[in-house]
């Protein structure tokens, strides 16, 4: 690629721009500093964070200079969420969201210069800025240079406005404090580029206005596409949940078995979205998802390389241990207890205790509904405990059968899976 500029948008990285001729020349005469911030309204960051930061790693692999923004002060207010308002964090409460967010973040991003990176990237709290000012100065100093008639305009504001319950003065006025951590940067470090999420589009031009307006100079803005999958449904949830960057969230295995899972049709898309694979590479995988969709050769390089980026090595090698090890391709035995327990949080199952009848545990953990059906099971040779087939009927669980003392896996059939967690005492 002749410059990251293009790489972003081979990868399908670039939905909305400013000035793309301009922006490209920055691009190419640079190193320029660019920034994306991230709110602490929760303790964790998710999926949508990730699609920028990987915007941001791409920059910083490129020689480029990255701000990584928490923010302190927006936390405290939130940006507008489409249909409500948002319920305000306590001040403790946003606190110990920014310690936790920055120290998810530095996974992704060269702090140290470490790695050979040209410009090690910076991490900042707007609450450094917007704490010591004032309300009066706020409004003389950054009010003034906004229009109400245009700041209605604005999709998120808009959208509330039109809904029953409109929108407080508060969210109304998010978007002023975004623009003014872009001023804020671009004076302090010569900042000309902030990345975000399309749904950003209207706060992030406002920033690029403020800066014209005060300043006179133009800077710039790049916002990365909303990923769905085949049917058009948002990637980031499970079942209604979001999709979490902290493991004590959304568990690593969670987390590699939710990209393991993705359609056919949107693997490569996120394959050139997410890894650093070359575009043979991905084609190849393409090409297996056709052809060989079976094997799942794609998703498996997908889950894995998220993983490791996120969570790192260890953790997708365990990860990936157990998902073989539950489908019979590896030693349920020597898993570790968190990873069993991550790897069979989601799945059915009872009560079970050493001296349990194997015909009991087949039911318990609901895998039949009767024990005539569990003994049948296991006449067939349908049944198994921990990945070994059962063939006596009167068959118990010994102590040995509850792994790591907490839970055994048992299966009917190919693909009926439960967990028989240990009865508490």
């Given at each position: 690629?002749?410059?990251?500029?293009?790489?972003?948008?081979?990868?399908?990285?670039?939905?909305?721009?400013?000035?793309?001729?301009?922006?490209?020349?920055?691009?190419?005469?640079?190193?320029?500093?660019?920034?994306?911030?991230?709110?602490?309204?929760?303790?964790?960051?998710?999926?949508?964070?990730?699609?920028?930061?990987?915007?941001?790693?791409?920059?910083?692999?490129?020689?480029?200079?990255?701000?990584?923004?928490?923010?302190?002060?927006?936390?405290?207010?939130?940006?507008?969420?489409?249909?409500?308002?948002?319920?305000?964090?306590?001040?403790?409460?946003?606190?110990?969201?920014?310690?936790?967010?920055?120290?998810?973040?530095?996974?992704?991003?060269?702090?140290?210069?470490?790695?050979?990176?040209?410009?090690?990237?910076?991490?900042?709290?707007?609450?450094?800025?917007?704490?010591?000012?004032?309300?009066?100065?706020?409004?003389?100093?950054?009010?003034?240079?906004?229009?109400?008639?245009?700041?209605?305009?604005?999709e998120a504001v808009a959208r509330r406005l039109e809904s029953q319950e409109g929108i407080s003065y508060t969210e109304f006025s998010y978007q002023l404090l975004q623009a003014l951590d872009y001023l804020e940067l671009y004076r302090t470090h010569g900042c000309v580029l902030q990345t975000g999420g399309s749904d950003q589009w209207g706060n992030i031009t406002a920033g690029v206005d403020l800066v014209h307006k005060v300043e006179g100079v133009s800077v710039h803005a790049l916002a990365t596409p909303l990923l769905t999958d085949a049917a058009g449904v948002k990637y980031g949830k499970s079942e209604g949940n979001a999709i979490w960057l902290s493991a004590d969230m959304t568990s690593?295995?969670?987390?590699?078995?939710?990209?393991?899972?993705?359609?056919?049709?949107?693997?490569?898309?996120?394959?050139?979205?997410?890894?650093?694979?070359?575009?043979?590479?991905?084609?190849?995988?393409?090409?297996?998802?056709?052809?060989?969709?079976?094997?799942?050769?794609?998703?498996?390089?997908?889950?894995?390389?998220?993983?490791?980026?996120?969570?790192?090595?260890?953790?997708?090698?365990?990860?990936?241990?157990?998902?073989?090890?539950?489908?019979?391709?590896?030693?349920?035995?020597?898993?570790?207890?968190?990873?069993?327990?991550?790897?069979?949080?989601?799945?059915?199952?009872?009560?079970?205790?050493?001296?349990?009848?194997?015909?009991?545990?087949?039911?318990?953990?609901?895998?039949?509904?009767?024990?005539?059906?569990?003994?049948?099971?296991?006449?067939?040779?349908?049944?198994?405990?921990?990945?070994?087939?059962?063939?006596?009927?009167?068959?118990?669980?010994?102590?040995?059968?509850?792994?790591?003392?907490?839970?055994?896996?048992?299966?009917?059939?190919?693909?009926?899976?439960?967990?028989?967690?240990?009865?508490?005492?």
């Open positions: 690629m002749s410059s990251v500029f293009d790489e972003l948008q081979w990868r399908g990285s670039v939905a909305l721009s400013t000035d793309e001729s301009a922006l490209r020349e920055a691009i190419e005469n640079g190193p320029i500093t660019l920034y994306c911030g991230f709110d602490p309204t929760a303790p964790s960051l998710h999926f949508g964070n990730f699609v920028q930061l990987v915007v941001l790693r791409r920059f910083q692999l490129a020689g480029h200079r990255v701000i990584c923004l928490v923010g302190g002060s927006t936390g405290l207010i939130g940006d507008p969420k489409p249909t409500s308002e948002r319920v305000l964090k306590t001040r403790e409460q946003t606190a110990a969201n920014v310690a936790r967010i920055k120290a998810l973040v530095r996974p992704f991003l060269d702090f140290d210069g470490t790695t050979g990176v040209a410009h090690p990237a910076m991490l900042v709290d707007n609450l450094d800025w917007f704490g010591p000012m004032s309300a009066l100065d706020f409004l003389r100093e950054v009010g003034k240079h906004f229009r109400v008639n245009q700041m209605v305009k604005k690593a295995y969670a987390f590699y078995q939710y990209f393991l899972n993705v359609d056919d049709a949107s693997v490569g898309a996120l394959l050139r979205f997410f890894t650093d694979r070359s575009q043979p590479e991905i084609e190849e995988l393409e090409r297996a998802a056709r052809e060989e969709p079976f094997r799942r050769a794609a998703q498996k390089a997908l889950a894995a390389d998220i993983v490791t980026l996120v969570h790192g090595d260890p953790a997708r090698q365990a990860v990936v241990a157990a998902s073989e090890a539950l489908f019979g391709k590896g030693d349920l035995r020597a898993l570790d207890a968190a990873t069993l327990v991550d790897a069979t949080a989601e799945l059915p199952g009872g009560e079970v205790h050493a001296g349990m009848s194997v015909v009991d545990a087949l039911v318990s953990v609901g895998l039949v509904d009767s024990r005539n059906a569990a003994r049948r099971a296991i006449a067939e040779g349908g049944a198994s405990v921990n990945g070994v087939k059962v063939t006596d009927a009167n068959a118990v669980l010994a102590e040995a059968d509850l792994l790591a003392g907490l839970v055994t896996i048992l299966r009917r059939g190919r693909k009926s899976l439960a967990a028989g967690r240990a009865a508490a005492l």
